[in-house]
């Protein structure tokens, strides 16, 4: 095989879609990896280059018996250290691998029938990025002047605008056509090696204009490529519309599915799912109830409640994503200090046969769970409605868009914590096996 990603000839494109989702994702379950935590890469402290990503080729096997269809890899491009601080887009983080580590870990999804979503840092760049070093240097009339977002005339020389205060964050200039031309540059690039799709980091800090300007021309060249926007609160909908992605990341339903169980109040769920079916009319989120910043679901609601959220995440409209342990029952939380996303973010084993056997029930829970949406694929654009509503106990029907397929989901988050979901009189999936 050459160093370049292998090409991946896809059968379906755009054209028929639900809300402009591309078709091999409308019925698509994502497991994420955050790859330096996962692959034991260094993050603050000096590195050797090593092929570590090719640890996920021992994975594979297990996100397709998971039941899972794609992969959603965090950074992977050279950074200085947590991979959101990126050095080079185009070259893949020597604590990594190579290249060529990164194509035949696409070619070994691709083989498996898994899709790969890459992780586009498009808000920001690291201070030490080569540009934007050289860009100071040359000055307000330099190449790459345009391309950051320096106060050229502040007072003590110039000041680069940073990501959410984050000084080692450089943030681009998004109303300059060179960082139109730089984020299209690069989106393509790793299209054009075989990737199916961006999640867009930090997308809600940028004028929804500026992903408007961008990704036509990216999906002119590509039009089967899949966009999802990070957006953690604001009118998603009009996000959707005004940028032109495929969805955004539903925050409110993450939040809410662990709120509610934790605090024993179903009435904040319910009250979201309404407002989840009403997104649903103008496209289909991007689901989850745990990721790389946030604490660990289990941690959140205790491990016997964490299936019970997710038979919500697989029970309602939306592309779900697992991240990656938490089928496996790990905990981990989140704090606001450096390195306070460590335990959230861990190294794994070398292969899923090294994972202590104590996660095996909330395991099983996942592979049941997955197979039910994979095989009542109409889930993808369901809506629900509450029939059982109290603070401990909840039962909510899912029925198909425009048809007559239904599933009966019932809750209870009372001293024993149980769930069950009924298709007609027949039970598809218990707490009680």
């Known amino acids: 095989m050459t160093t370049s990603l292998v090409s991946y000839a896809h059968c379906a494109t755009q054209s028929d879609s639900l809300g402009g989702t591309p078709v091999r994702f409308q019925d698509a379950i994502l497991w994420q990896v955050y790859p330096l ?254 990721n790389h910043d946030v604490t660990r679901i289990a941690s959140t609601v205790g491990e016997d409640r964490a299936v019970l959220a997710l038979a919500v995440l697989m029970t309602v409209g939306g592309i779900p994503t697992v991240y990656a342990g938490d089928e496996f029952g790990y905990t981990g939380v989140k704090e606001e200090r450096e390195g306070g996303d460590d335990a959230v973010r861990p190294e794994f084993p070398d292969t899923p046969g090294d994972v202590a056997p104590w996660g095996a029930s909330v395991l099983q829970a996942h592979r049941q769970l997955i197979a039910l949406r994979r095989r009542y694929r109409w889930l993808v654009t369901a809506t629900t409605t509450a029939e059982e509503l109290t603070n401990t106990r909840y039962r909510y029907r899912v029925r198909a868009a425009g048809g007559s397929d239904e599933l009966l989901v019932e809750l209870d988050i009372g001293d024993r914590p149980s769930g069950r979901i009924l298709a007609g009189d027949r039970v598809e999936w218990s707490t009680a096996g």
């Open 37 to 290: 935590g996962f692959c034991g890469a260094p993050i603050r402290e000096a590195a050797t280059p090593a092929p570590r990503l090719r640890r996920l080729l021992n994975w594979l096997d297990h996100a397709v018996e998971l039941g899972t269809s794609g992969l959603l890899l965090g950074p992977v491009f050279a950074s200085s250290t947590h991979g959101y601080d990126s050095l080079d887009q185009f070259a893949v983080d020597p604590r990594l691998g190579t290249e060529q580590d990164l194509a035949d870990l696409v070619e070994a999804c691709h083989d498996r029938g898994l899709v790969v979503v890459l992780d586009g840092v498009f808000n920001h760049v690291g201070r030490d990025h080569p540009r934007f070093r050289q860009a100071l240097l040359d000055g307000p009339d330099g190449p790459d002047a345009d391309l950051f977002a320096v106060d050229w005339a502040a007072e003590g020389g110039p000041h680069a605008a940073v990501f959410e205060g984050h000084d080692a964050l450089v943030a681009l200039n998004h109303s300059s056509a060179a960082a139109r031309e730089y984020v299209r540059s690069v989106m393509e690039y790793w299209l054009e090696r075989g990737i199916d799709g961006w999640r867009l980091d930090a997308a809600y800090t940028v004028d929804p204009t500026f992903w408007a300007a961008v990704l036509p021309a990216v999906r002119e060249r590509h039009p089967d490529a899949w966009f999802v926007g990070e957006v953690i609160h604001g009118d998603y909908a009009d996000f959707v519309r005004r940028s032109g992605v495929d969805t955004v990341t539903q925050y409110e339903l993450w939040s809410s599915v662990g709120n509610a169980i934790a605090s024993r109040n179903f009435f904040e769920l319910d009250w979201t799912l309404q407002r989840h079916n009403a997104f649903l009319a103008d496209f289909v989120p991007a689901t989850f109830i745990g």
